[in-house]
């Protein structure tokens, strides 16, 4: 890859990682109003349209062809429940807490490769999952009057994106990205569509249904840009990038809803964007040096 495609894939990464900052303040706010699972099914709902209304026409049944359907449901199940613990926690928490605790799952997947795909243990992963628990702690608070338990939300959110991530590079090599991106978000539209009529409130204006396709368009083509970024660029030159997030969650949480985080949760926060960082870049020079 040459280096301009590289930086191409830095710049796809970080505009995709924006956009779902903007996706998730869209769901916080909407979260404030509806059930959480009403709004993880508007968010997959929507995306899934959006899919089929530009792939179905030159894809047709390819769409959902997978040459793994197990592994395709359960990474679609997982993605689902990833979902709305997070949005269960943006109803409940400030924007940039939650984000930046769910930041944890990078360095979830590292610690879980080891006992799921057999990769081999590495200290530096031990250290780093102790640090970035640490910033974890920090932001939660345990103890402290400001600790509630929807601090929780977002720690299950990062174990199950752990989970779904892990599915995805088993399935990396068997089935192509566009059905892969597809079936995950059908599965996950199918889970909240058997749970939501119990949940669900008629929106009451259109601003409301606008919400909801909006979460959907920018998730469909945050994912989109996403694989862009990875066809451009090596996962070890992407990974110091998805920190990024954290800080676009921080901004939109000042700009949006008027919350900035305390001063230890500021501590927190830079404690797991620094530790993923560094074993991000860590990674990719062992990698590099290996080959």
């Known amino acids: 890859m040459t280096e301009f495609s590289q ?6 990464f970080i505009i995709a990682l924006s956009l779902f900052s903007v996706m998730d303040a869209i769901a916080k706010w909407a979260s404030m109003r509806y059930p959480p699972v009403q709004v993880a099914w508007a968010r997959y709902f929507f995306n899934v349209f959006i899919m ?5 026409p030159r894809m047709g049944f390819k769409l959902i062809h997978s040459s793994a359907p197990v592994l395709q449901i ?3 199940l997982a993605l689902g429940l990833s979902t709305l613990c997070f ?6 928490m400030p924007l940039a807490e939650a984000s930046t605790i769910a930041q944890i799952a990078p360095i979830l997947v590292t610690g879980l490769a080891i006992f799921l795909l ?3 243990p590495n200290k530096r992963v031990w250290i780093a999952l102790g640090f970035s628990f640490a910033g974890v702690l920090l932001i939660m608070k345990p103890g402290f009057a400001a600790f509630t338990w929807a601090s929780l939300l977002p720690l299950v959110t990062a174990f199950c994106f752990a989970a779904y991530a892990i599915l995805t590079r088993k399935l990396s090599g068997r089935d192509p990205a566009t059905p892969t991106l597809f079936i995950g978000a059908l ?9 939501a009529p119990g949940y669900w409130l008629w929106p009451t204006s259109m601003l409301d249904w606008f919400a909801f396709f909006t979460m959907g368009a920018i998730g469909a083509y945050g994912h989109h840009l996403m694989v862009k970024a990875y066809a451009a660029a090596p996962v070890s030159t992407l990974a110091p990038y998805s920190y990024a997030q ?3 969650a921080l901004l939109m949480g000042w700009l949006v809803f008027d919350h900035f985080p305390d001063r230890w ?22 990698s590099s040096r290996s080959t």
């Open 7 to 12: 930086r191409r894939g830095i710049v796809l």
């Open 52 to 56: 089929l209304a530009l792939f179905a």
């Open 74 to 76: 359960a990474r679609g």
């Open 87 to 92: 949005f269960s926690a943006l109803r409940l």
């Open 118 to 120: 057999g990769e081999q």
């Open 187 to 195: 599965v996950a539209t199918l889970l909240f569509s058997l749970v």
């Open 246 to 248: 954290a800080l676009t």
């Open 265 to 286: 949760s500021l501590v927190g926060m830079g404690l797991i964007v620094a530790t993923g960082v560094m074993n991000a870049l860590l990674s990719h020079r062992a």
